[in-house]
């Protein structure tokens, strides 16, 4: 676990936010950012040592993620991050074949000269930033 760049500690858990919330963001984050890759085993002790908390909210919070599918609970190894087999991403894949071409035919539909502009205006900036894409 610390290989990975935990936010710190619970001084940046939001005023509304519960300990619960704040661990569960924090780990849906690094789930979704890749830093918690498919079949990482989640040991709630490590997680709540990393997070500066109690082992509660980080039960709490892989119960909520396991509901969510971004966890399944192994009974041999405990809270281990989801990881699609082959069926499931081929499904993923299929559907993502359907969807994106329809999702640029609405853009294309819905696009000015405004949006074209601002567009243009964080292009240059990133290019100038040297901000390169993982694609």
């Given at each position: 676990m ?10 940046h858990l939001?005023?509304?936010?519960t300990?619960v919330?704040?661990?569960?963001d ?10 918690l ?6 040991v709630?002790?490590?997680l709540?040592?990393a ?9 709490e ?6 509901s969510?599918?971004l ?20 499904e993923?894949y299929?559907?993502?074949r ?7 035919r609405?853009a ?6 405004d949006?074209i502009?601002?567009l ?6 990133c290019?100038t ?7």
């Open positions: 610390d290989e990975l760049r935990w936010p710190g500690t619970l001084s939001n005023p509304r936010q300990t919330e704040y661990v569960k924090t780990l849906r984050k690094a789930i979704l950012g890749g830093e890759v498919g079949g990482t085993r989640l709630q002790a490590d709540a040592a997070l500066e908390t109690s082992t509660t909210p980080v039960r919070a892989l119960r909520d993620l396991t969510e599918g966890i399944r609970s192994d009974p041999h190894r405990g809270s281990v991050v989801y990881e699609p087999n082959a069926y499931e991403l081929d993923i299929q559907i993502c359907v969807l994106e071409p329809l999702a640029i609405h294309v539909e819905h696009i000015d000269d949006l502009f601002r243009q205006k964080l292009t240059n900036a290019s930033s040297g901000y390169r894409s993982s694609g």
